[in-house]
């Protein structure tokens, strides 16, 4: 159930909890649909846990996000990558004098933030193993067509990837944060995003990721707009769909899904 926030006692001052805000309180919601409105009081519980729901910790979040391929360079691509970082404890203690790991820390880190920072290359690696199935790709560049894809097989079960896929579907056809890539001329699957930038969080980064076409995925994208205005959220959401749009009037064959 998320009602906007979460409290955390403090146990040094009990009349002073800590609270842990989602962007609006989303009711009853499960895995799909808090994929789809972006619930961040969710995932705090997922990732961190709350009262009796015991949450996934900061070492099974760090393994899960490594085996899609974060932190580090994606093989073969060293021309485009960057590893980025996961945060965990050894990374607080080097870059916050040696402070020590905290709940709100896991609670950050489950829906992306505090250190958290990722490739688009990363992500849309990622986004394609969740399209795919389980397959995570190693990006290359070739000059033939029809060159057999590499890749690695993720020991994760077919249903969890499906259960995504259909949250990531709610996104853009249930009101969620990526309706405006509900088009009549292919079907798509997103996910949003919103990184702030600056001490004061006067910018931020636009993120859309997603695939298509729905039933039978080809493609996986991942776009993103830089240090925009805070208020404009939907700049990466807005610039796929023109996108999706030009491809629907130019180059339609690539919105066909797969045989």
Do not use: C
């Amino acid at each position: 159930m998320s009602t906007g926030s979460l409290s955390v006692p403090n146990p040094f001052d009990p009349k002073k909890p800590t609270i842990f805000n989602d962007w609006k309180a989303h009711g009853a919601v499960d895995m799909r649909r808090a994929l789809a409105v972006s619930s961040d009081v969710y995932f705090y519980e997922i990732g961190g846990g709350f009262e009796d729901q015991k949450g996934l910790g900061i070492a099974t979040i760090e393994k899960y996000m490594r085996m899609f391929g974060f932190g580090s360079v994606p093989p073969g691509s060293d021309m485009f990558g960057e590893a980025g970082v996961i945060p965990n404890p050894e990374w607080k203690k080097a870059n916050f004098n040696g402070d020590g790991w905290r709940l709100g820390n896991t609670y950050h880190t489950a829906i992306g933030q505090y250190g958290f920072q990722v490739t688009p290359l990363q992500v849309v690696r990622a986004i394609a193993a969740v399209a795919n199935g389980g397959k995570l790709l190693e990006p290359r560049l070739v000059e033939e067509k029809d060159v057999p894809p590499a890749y690695s097989v993720l020991p994760i079960q077919t249903s969890s990837f499906q259960i995504v896929r259909e949250g990531m579907r709610d996104a853009v056809t249930e009101g969620g944060t990526a309706a405006g890539l509900f088009i009549p001329q292919v079907a798509v699957s997103a996910k949003t995003g919103t990184a702030e930038l600056g001490t004061r969080k006067q910018f931020v980064n636009s993120w859309v990721v997603g695939f298509f076409p729905y039933e039978k995925p080809r493609y996986a994208f991942a776009v993103i707009m830089e240090r925009g205005p805070h208020d404009n959220t939907v700049g990466g959401l807005y610039v796929m769909r023109e996108l999706l749009e030009w491809m629907s009037v130019y180059t339609p064959e690539y919105l066909r899904p797969s045989l």
